[in-house]
């Protein structure tokens, strides 16, 4: 039983975006397709220990889903319409999986049809979050800082309206395609920091996730090879991966500042240099080219020993220009504050609204970095405190606690 279990969750996080992508593009039916696809994950536990692990346990998924999604279709009101298309559907995966060929990969396809304009635009990112890499409702909550419950039922809402609105399972081209790209980005590259927030101990969730969205995007760039911005986060992306190994030694956080270049993937960051300028080259400044370039010059600053403190804080001058988000503000801050403008740095943070950052982990630990540059110690220890409550992962806890035990306070 443990093998079977094992087998079939390593099979549901490589497989299961694929397996739901093309389901759902036959099915037209996002919700059918997940209950049919989780139908398929119980049966693979009651059977596989009693009748052994399948040689393609993919294939094996893909039958008995499209089996549920069959008889699902027979029971309702509009089988005469949809189980031919299905019978179809069925027909065409048995023929994919004897042709013993690699499984078709539709997940672009499914994340431009959910960010389709009928869409709510609030909900699109956590839709494709669910639907194409797997991430539940509790998980992508806590990204977007609302509760399970409520994420549950807005991300319920989404499949509906894909099924009642009958929004086209073809992916868009021209202009349509184009206006999705944005939110199509935004999914991969929030799919991308989500492997990197999870909770330290689950490396092989982590590892799965983040190396799902750079595939994506490598994809998205073959996909579309004029789209900048496609470029720019896939080299964004390729930089934070290629420093990954040093981000943590024996358990324990490592700043950027400190870390020991030797264990960067060099590969990855000429890589990561390669594909900026592929997109600079295209002559499409966007945000995700800016914050590629902020992490390329953090990349040479230490491997060649340049300063680019200046340079930095130019970039996130542009960056808040093009995309004010409070991420970026507080990486402007963080750069003010490294090139010897604490006090500008402080200024600008207390500008930002309250209610958008009383729980925002980063701004908290930015802040009491500036505080303690500046001296303002006790003020320093409150935002240490904050930020230590709202991290989620241990060792950045743990990196925080020591920073704000060396402050050398005690409350009262």
């Not at 808040?320 to 943070?349: C, D, K, M, N, S």
């Amino acid at each position: 039983m443990t093998d079977a279990r094992a087998i079939a969750e390593q099979t549901a996080r490589a497989s299961y975006g694929r397996l739901l992508a093309w389901l759902s593009s036959r099915s037209r039916d996002v919700a059918a397709a997940e209950d049919a696809l989780g139908d398929a994950f119980r049966a693979a536990l009651e059977s596989w220990p009693k009748t052994g692990v399948p040689a393609s346990p993919e294939a094996w998924l893909l039958t008995a889903a499209r089996r549920k999604l069959i008889d699902g279709a027979r029971r309702q009101s509009t089988r005469t319409l949809s189980t031919p298309a299905l019978t179809l559907a069925a027909e065409e995966a048995e023929a994919t999986t004897r042709a013993d060929k690699p499984f078709p990969d539709e997940r672009l396809k499914l994340l431009f049809i959910c960010a389709h304009p009928a869409i709510d635009a609030a909900i699109r990112t956590p839709l494709m979050l669910q639907t194409v890499l797997g991430l539940d409702a509790a998980r992508i909550a806590s990204a977007f800082l609302v509760s399970p419950r409520a994420m549950s039922a807005r991300l319920v809402r989404a499949k509906r309206k894909i099924k009642v609105a009958a929004i086209p399972f073809d992916a868009p081209g021209g202009q349509d395609l184009a206006a999705r790209l944005p939110a199509v980005l935004e999914a991969i590259y929030a799919a991308f920091g989500a492997g990197w927030d999870h909770e330290a101990g689950a490396e092989a969730d982590q590892h799965a996730l983040t190396g799902e969205a750079l595939y994506l995007a490598s994809l998205l760039t073959q996909l579309l090879p004029d789209e900048a911005e496609g470029w720019g986060l896939f080299s964004l992306m390729l930089h934070a991966e290629a420093r990954k190994d040093a981000r943590r030694e024996n358990g324990a956080y490592i700043p950027l500042s400190d870390h020991n270049t030797a264990r960067w993937d060099k590969k990855m960051i000429a890589h990561g240099e390669a594909a900026l300028a592929r997109a600079w080259r295209l002559g499409q400044s966007g945000p995700y080219q800016i914050e590629a370039a902020i992490q390329s010059a953090h990349a040479a600053a230490r491997m060649h020993d340049r300063d680019v403190t200046d340079e930095i804080v130019m970039l996130y001058r542009q960056l808040v220009e093009i995309a004010p988000t409070i991420g970026a503000y507080v990486g402007y801050a963080g750069a003010l504050a490294a090139a010897a403008r604490a006090q500008e740095a402080l200024h600008l943070l207390d500008t930002l609204e309250t209610a958008r950052v009383e729980n925002y982990q980063a701004y908290w630990a930015v802040r009491a970095h500036i505080l303690e540059q500046l001296d303002h110690k006790q003020d320093a220890l409150s935002a240490y405190e904050r930020a230590i409550g709202l991290a989620q992962d241990a060792a950045a806890r743990q990196f925080l606690t020591q920073k704000k035990t060396a402050l050398g306070l005690r409350r009262a």
